[in-house]
């Protein structure tokens, strides 16, 4: 897996070649790239180079989150916090946040705020708990 092949996908999608970003990091992906899948995953989230799919979003940044990709684990909170594609759930938007803000996602502190006056002090206990129960069986 080569991080110079990643950040051709990184270039191409910021130039705003979806299509090929797409093509290279499902390539990756398929290798098994972290940063790829939840690249891969945020393109079929938004639709952009490949048709949206928010369950296959899905798999791919929980696929990515395992691994501790931050930026994946923001992804599924945005997916609960809006109900895209998953149950709307503020519970789970703020574990996958606080799973986020633990493997140094700066700005997930910001969305974890936001996110708190979304819910009471058992909700934040629960989703606080969820996370360390995540952490412990998921994270490789």
């Given at each position: 897996?080569?991080?110079?092949?990643?950040?051709?996908?990184?270039?191409?999608?910021?130039?705003?070649?979806?299509?090929?970003?797409?093509?290279?990091?499902?390539n990756l992906a398929e290798k098994g790239s972290a940063n790829?899948?939840?690249?891969?995953?945020?393109?079929?989230?938004?639709?952009?180079?490949?048709?949206?799919?928010?369950?296959?979003?899905?798999?791919?940044?929980?696929?990515?989150?395992?691994?501790?990709?931050?930026?994946?684990?923001?992804?599924?909170?945005?997916?609960?916090?809006?109900?895209?594609?998953?149950?709307?759930?503020?519970?789970?938007?703020?574990?996958?946040?606080?799973?986020a803000v633990s493997a140094g996602h700066e700005a997930a502190?910001?969305?974890?705020?936001n996110i708190a006056e979304f819910i009471n002090g058992d909700?934040?206990?629960?989703?606080?708990?969820?996370?360390?129960?995540?952490?412990?069986?998921?994270?490789?």
């Amino acid at each position: 897996m080569s991080d110079a092949e990643f950040k051709r996908g990184m270039s191409a999608y910021n130039s705003g070649q979806f299509d090929q970003a797409a093509q290279i990091w499902r390539n990756l992906a398929e290798k098994g790239s972290a940063n790829a899948q939840s690249g891969l995953g945020l393109l079929y989230y938004t639709g952009h180079g490949v048709p949206l799919d928010y369950s296959r979003a899905r798999k791919l940044f929980l696929a990515a989150a395992k691994r501790n990709i931050p930026q994946a684990q923001m992804f599924l909170s945005f997916m609960y916090r809006r109900g895209d594609g998953v149950r709307q759930s503020y519970v789970l938007a703020y574990m996958w946040c606080d799973l986020a803000v633990s493997a140094g996602h700066e700005a997930a502190i910001y969305v974890c705020q936001n996110i708190a006056e979304f819910i009471n002090g058992d909700e934040m206990l629960q989703a606080q708990r969820l996370a360390s129960e995540w952490r412990r069986f998921n994270l490789q």
